[in-house]
């Protein structure tokens, strides 16, 4: 089961995960997900507000926290280069050397290291 499918999941209550489990022989099938997604946002109207308005990242002076991740082509210009649509959806994650280090967790550390065992903190010893 994908990753993500648990945090989907952890909105039911043990029935409804258990039915989901049970009736879909396609778990990740997009009509199984567009239930989920309905199923939350009828539910979870307080947590869906407050989510979407948190910034799209945070920055130190040698950090920025972020979804998914930062336009690092712009270099200085990031902060002015950088779409919310990127932020929170870029696709593959980047590894090496940045201007600062980017801290992102839209793909799975199994992913982004190569090793599908692996399931810490990823940091590919320069800016990610």
């Known amino acids: 089961m994908p990753y993500y499918l648990e945090t989907l999941l952890s909105f039911l209550d043990e029935a409804q995960r258990e039915y989901f489990r049970a009736a ?3 778990f990740c099938s997009e009509a199984t997900l567009r239930i989920l997604r309905d199923h ?3 539910t979870e109207p307080e947590l869906l507000a407050w989510l979407s ?3 799209c990242y945070y920055k130190t002076d040698t950090q920025v926290f972020v979804h998914a991740g930062v336009d690092e082509e712009a ?3 990031w902060e002015l280069g ?3 649509e990127y932020m929170l959806g870029k696709y593959p994650p980047t590894t090496g050397k940045f201007l600062i280090t980017v801290i992102a967790g839209h793909v799975g550390s199994s992913e982004v290291s190569g090793d599908p065992s692996f399931h810490g903190i990823y940091f590919d010893g320069e800016s990610h």
Request: glycine share 0%; no cysteine; aromatic share 0%.
């Open 24 to 26: 879909d022989d396609d």
């Open 40 to 42: 939350i946002l009828k």
């Open 53 to 55: 308005d948190l910034p």
């Open 75 to 77: 270099q200085e210009l």
């Open 82 to 84: 950088t779409t919310e």
